[in-house]
């Protein structure tokens, strides 16, 4: 369990299930078109499978003084190799949103991405229109690296998404599958 000062992150887990799909349907016009996140137990143990072979982490973002879940993070399509990268899914739930828990959560994923897990790179895809996803991975360093048209099916059509993207800080150490030449 990682911590900091304001936020802990936990893995997602099955026990998990009801109090994440409440925040779920109680954040639905947060997450507005660009999401969408199991909000049933059925949809969510079906999530949940994505999380059994290693390539995606699911966390939780929880409040150090309350407990209360502020929101969630995976580190998606993790691939090792020579591009030790994967992709960032983050949502912050709608009873603390604005407090910024999620950027402070957000922070503590890439670093332990960076650290623990040894990726070198992070990828988050973002609709042009979701300005506060958009703050958030500008406030977290994350540099823009272009749009890809029609990238990803979300709310019944193909969304248009930017790419912003963050490397690992200098010195890092590699994870033993990346080549030596």
Known sequence: MTTTPRVELHPLTLADQDEF??????????????????????????????????????????????????????????????YQGASLGYA??????????????????????????????????????????RALVKRLGFRFEGVSPAYLYIDGAWRDHERWAASAPEPWTPDPTLPEV
């Open 92 to 133: 912050g739930f709608a009873p603390s949103a604005g407090r910024g828990y999620m950027t402070e959560g957000v922070a503590a994923v890439m670093h332990h991405a960076f650290t623990e897990l040894r990726l070198h790179r992070l990828e988050a895809s973002i609709q042009p229109s979701n300005t506060a996803s």
């Open 21 to 82: 799909c409440a925040l779920v349907r109680a954040s639905a016009p947060l997450h507005g078109p660009w999401m969408r996140l199991p909000a049933t137990g059925e949809e969510f143990r079906l999530w949940m499978r994505r999380f059994d072979d290693g390539t995606n982490k699911g966390l939780l973002i929880r409040v150090r003084e309350t407990g209360e879940l502020a929101g969630t993070v995976n580190i998606n399509s993790i691939i090792r190799g020579r």
